[in-house]
């Protein structure tokens, strides 16, 4: 298993903590491919019957890793391994919850929008800056956003960049649990536990059930929103923002 994913097992609950805390978690090649393997593992084994994610440190996980992006074209992102990863994460049977604390952004912001229930501490901060960047978020972030808290606020969040707090989360209904700061992870982990208590075959058909209202409607939205991310891997205003980004200054877009 990868240095960047730590696990553990209580009892029935398989806990993964994403573990790159000077890059703030943020989720590079290796982290995901480590935490797919993790959660198909898990979801495939009968003694674990809940899932936990977590980040280590003081945040959940700041973004993608940007120096992985800043040279890829087009053509690579169609053959990028992170979309059979991501897949794979959002595709699992077993309930999945993510505690979050700290920053939560871009594609940490879409890992925890891929879990079933969310535990937020209040000071938290969630977001989708991939605009900032000249990009948009490549694995569904804006599909799950606009089905959980409606058009106008995924719009805003979407073509703004701008971040919410958790408690904002929770108030828009993008979270399920609130934490004080510092006790989303021992909150998840309650939660957890009592989930464990619970009928596995019965949890795992709810599950299936809630997604099928939303998940099949969006499924198409994905698949675009993965290929216009592609598309602008290529564009002078992609290669701008993330140079803005390094020499922390605006960026000068020019819609190229």
């Known amino acids: 298993m990868s240095e960047c994913l730590l696990t553990e097992h209580r009892g029935p609950v398989k806990i993964l903590t994403l573990h790159r805390p000077d890059a703030r978690n943020a989720l590079n090649t290796e982290l995901l491919a480590a935490l797919a393997e993790a959660c198909r593992d898990a979801?495939?084994?009968?003694?674990?019957?809940?899932?936990?994610?977590?980040?280590?440190?003081?945040?959940f996980a700041a973004g993608a890793d940007i120096n992985e992006i800043a040279d890829k074209t087009p053509i690579d992102g169609l053959t990028d391994p992170r979309r059979q990863y991501w897949q794979s994460l959002q595709s699992l049977r077993k309930p999945v919850?993510?505690?979050?604390?700290?920053?939560?952004?871009?594609?940490g912001c879409e890992l925890a929008l891929s879990a079933d229930l969310l535990v937020v501490a209040d000071d938290a901060r969630l977001g989708q800056p991939e605009i900032r960047l000249g990009l948009i978020p490549g694995a569904g972030g804006l599909q799950r956003l606009a089905a959980t808290i409606g058009r106008a606020r995924a719009m805003r969040l979407g073509l703004t960049g701008e971040q919410i707090t958790g408690q904002q989360a929770f108030d828009w209904g993008l979270a399920s649990h609130l934490s004080a700061?510092?006790?989303?992870?021992?909150?998840?982990?309650?939660?957890?536990?009592?989930?464990?208590?619970?009928?596995?075959?019965?949890?795992?058909?709810?599950?299936?059930?809630?997604?099928?209202?939303?998940?099949?409607?969006?499924?198409?939205?994905?698949?675009?929103?993965?290929?216009?991310?592609?598309?602008?891997?290529?564009?002078?205003?992609k290669a701008e923002g993330i140079a803005a980004f390094r020499d922390q200054r605006k960026p000068d877009f020019r819609g190229q």
């Not at 495939?44 to 945040?59: M, N, Y």
């Not at 919850?97 to 594609?107: H, T």
């Not at 709810?206 to 891997?233: N, Y």
């Open 43 to 59: 979801d495939d084994d009968p003694a674990t019957r809940v899932l936990l994610i977590q980040g280590s440190g003081e945040h």
């Open 97 to 107: 919850i993510a505690a979050v604390e700290g920053y939560c952004l871009g594609g």
């Open 181 to 237: 700061p510092g006790q989303a992870g021992a909150e998840a982990m309650v939660l957890a536990e009592k989930l464990a208590r619970g009928a596995p075959l019965a949890q795992q058909l709810a599950k299936a059930a809630v997604l099928s209202a939303t998940d099949d409607l969006h499924v198409r939205g994905r698949q675009h929103s993965r290929s216009h991310f592609e598309q602008l891997l290529g564009s002078a205003d």
